[in-house]
């Protein structure tokens, strides 16, 4: 991908921040993710979004529960992931990434400017419009049909959760909705497996290796799988950046993590997002493989993001994304 010409300070912030994150913050500090109860949605939708803004204001990171959608559909999401990243390289190769779409497997290509080395993981990204040739069919017959039935509801709880913020920006009912168009050409939210490799017993592990290096995810909001036991991700919210106090994000089956970038632009930074990393294992930590699937929710390509405050000029999407990119992988 090209970075945009459209850059703008908020980028170029962002490339430093980034950069100065680096792998030697590892201090820990205990803070609280909040859970958020999404039973009965519309009965309580008013308190529900509430919470909502309040965890995201204050944290920039919260988590899910009892969020609608069938635990079986979760664990089938996990056992596709798991039987697609067990197929021979050769095999997964022919379904290669396709640059600048996002969409296709990958393995050991990100590299942030935060650390400098590759993450530490293989992904598979699932984005509606580019998957031509991408479907794994003749080694996973069924593997489209259920990533497609998951990524949807992934999709519909997305935008349940983006209507609360709308309704506390003040934007018109469905603003978030029309503007991830899942039947557009230009429709960009991501469907993501990830497969972090297994790291052998006797390994020593440098410290500038990550399974993912420190980053903010550059959409609208992510909603993050994890699986119990697999742990490793960790959290630092702007007011202790610079400090690099980090807090572990303990994984379940049941809970879904969120955060997200674009989203701080469009609310003229009442949203923050902030930076997370996913550590290597430490002495006495399981080594074996970690997984998780990640739905990125992002504006179709064509839609301008604007805040009502105006705090940053208008861009679209698209262009945003690309300097995002540009921003989160520089050094690639």
Not at 115 to 129: C, F, V
Not at 205 to 223: E, K, N, Y
Not at 309 to 322: E, F, K, L, N
Request: hydrophobic letters at 35%; aromatic letters at 10%; charged letters at 25%.
């Amino acid at each position: 991908m090209t970075q945009t010409t459209h850059e703008t300070p908020y980028a170029m912030d962002e490339l430093a921040k980034e950069s100065r994150m680096g792998g030697a913050g590892t201090e820990t500090s205990a803070r609280e993710i909040r859970r958020i109860d999404l039973r009965d949605f519309d009965a309580r939708r008013a308190e529900i979004t509430e919470e909502l803004w309040a965890a995201a204001t204050d944290i920039g990171f919260f988590q899910l529960v009892h969020h609608g959608i069938p635990q079986e559909l979760v664990d089938g999401a996990f056992t596709d992931a798991a039987a697609f990243f067990a197929l021979p390289e050769e095999t997964k190769a022919r379904h290669a990434l396709k640059k600048g779409l996002n969409a296709g497997w990958e393995s050991m290509t990100q590299v942030r400017p935060s650390i400098g080395t590759p993450d530490q993981k293989e992904s598979y990204q699932l984005t509606r419009p580019h998957m031509d040739g991408l479907w794994p069919d003749d080694a996973l017959p069924a593997f489209r049909g259920r990533s497609l039935q998951f990524e949807a509801h992934c999709r519909e709880l997305a935008m349940k959760v983006l209507s609360c913020f709308a309704d506390r920006l003040g934007l018109p009912d469905g603003f978030f909705a029309r503007a991830h168009d899942p039947a557009s050409d230009a429709h960009q939210s991501t469907l993501r497996m990830l497969h972090y490799f297994a790291v052998p017993e006797e390994a020593e592990i440098p410290a500038d290796v990550w399974r993912a290096g420190a980053h903010t995810d550059f959409d609208c909001l992510t909603l993050l799988f994890q699986r119990d036991g697999q742990g490793g991700l960790q959290v630092c919210p702007g007011k202790e950046a610079e400090a690099q106090e980090w807090t572990p994000v303990e994984p379940a089956d049941t809970v879904i993590t969120c955060n997200g970038d674009m989203l701080t632009r469009w609310s003229d930074d009442r949203l923050p997002s902030n930076f997370h990393r996913v550590r290597s294992p430490g002495p006495g930590d399981d080594r074996s493989a970690r997984y998780s699937i990640a739905f990125f929710a992002q504006a179709d390509k064509d839609v301008v993001i604007e805040g009502p405050q105006g705090r940053y000029p208008p861009i679209t999407a698209g262009d945003y994304i690309q300097q995002r990119i540009a921003a989160n992988f520089a050094r690639t």
